[in-house]
């Protein structure tokens, strides 16, 4: 079946690192990943898309990239900030499927240290 | 609305008794989601609808659920017949197909179902 597999459930970084996130896809070809970002009671906010042509997105202090070889997308934050605790998800829609039925990762839970 | 709104934003409910979840998208917004969210996991797609047309429901994991849009605006999340597993978050997201497509959907604050 479809999986997507974030690999760490937990990730712990210095304050001013770069935090970097890991995203897996199996018996699976997407359209395109996605990122969002869920704080505690609260429901998943977008952050960005990128799609399987793709190799690399960026916005302000964020970078995902794409590797359909590999089969791996990575989310990176640079400088990174108290802030910037919470979990985010990643997210990925197959090609012919509605743009919103997405098949989400467990979720990696980022607490960034003063 | 500003945004996706969702009521009741908690309900305790005994098993074998129905439940109904409301959504209320953005405003415009003609595709509306519905997701279920264990704790710790990451949202499982339930259904979905373009204006009132239902397009799909295979994610619904019986027929105890069920959903509806009757008026391509807000939307019904109904459960009959509760059983304990079916606590969870119940999410409605909704999005705007027009230009520029980002895929982005726009989450509400869900509503947390416990049946005890």
């Known amino acids: 079946s479809q999986k997507i597999e974030q690999n760490s459930e937990a990730l712990n970084i210095q304050e001013g690192k770069t935090a970097t996130l890991t995203c897996n896809y199996t018996?699976?070809?997407?359209?395109?990943l996605q990122w969002y970002r869920q704080d505690p009671g609260r429901g998943p906010v977008f952050l960005l898309l990128i799609r399987e042509n793709e190799k690399e997105k960026r916005k302000e202090r964020l970078k995902v990239t794409f590797d359909t070889t590999l089969k791996q997308s990575l989310f990176h934050i640079t400088a990174s900030q108290p802030a910037d605790s919470a979990t985010y998800l990643c997210?990925?829609?197959?090609?012919?499927?509605?743009?919103?039925?997405?098949?989400f990762g467990q979720g990696t839970i980022l607490t960034v240290h003063p | 609305g500003a945004g996706v709104s969702q009521s009741p934003r908690y309900k305790v409910t005994k098993r074998g008794q129905d439940v109904a979840l409301r959504c209320d998208p953005i405003s415009g917004h003609v595709s509306l989601y519905w997701y279920r969210q264990a704790l710790g996991q990451g949202p499982e797609f339930l259904t979905y609808f373009n204006y009132e047309a239902q397009q799909d429901k295979s994610g619904l994991p019986n027929d105890r659920f069920s959903a509806e849009r009757p008026e391509g605006s807000i939307s019904t999340l109904t459960i009959q017949r509760t059983e304990q597993r079916d606590s969870a978050m119940y999410r409605c997201?909704?999005?705007?197909?027009?230009?520029?497509?980002?895929?982005?959907?726009?989450f509400g604050e869900g509503s947390r179902l416990t049946v005890l």
């Open positions: 997210a990925a829609r197959a090609g012919g499927t509605s743009y919103g039925k997405l098949t």
């Open positions: 997201a909704s999005r705007t197909p027009w230009g520029g497509d980002t895929g982005e959907l726009f």
């Open positions: 018996n699976y070809s997407p359209a395109y």
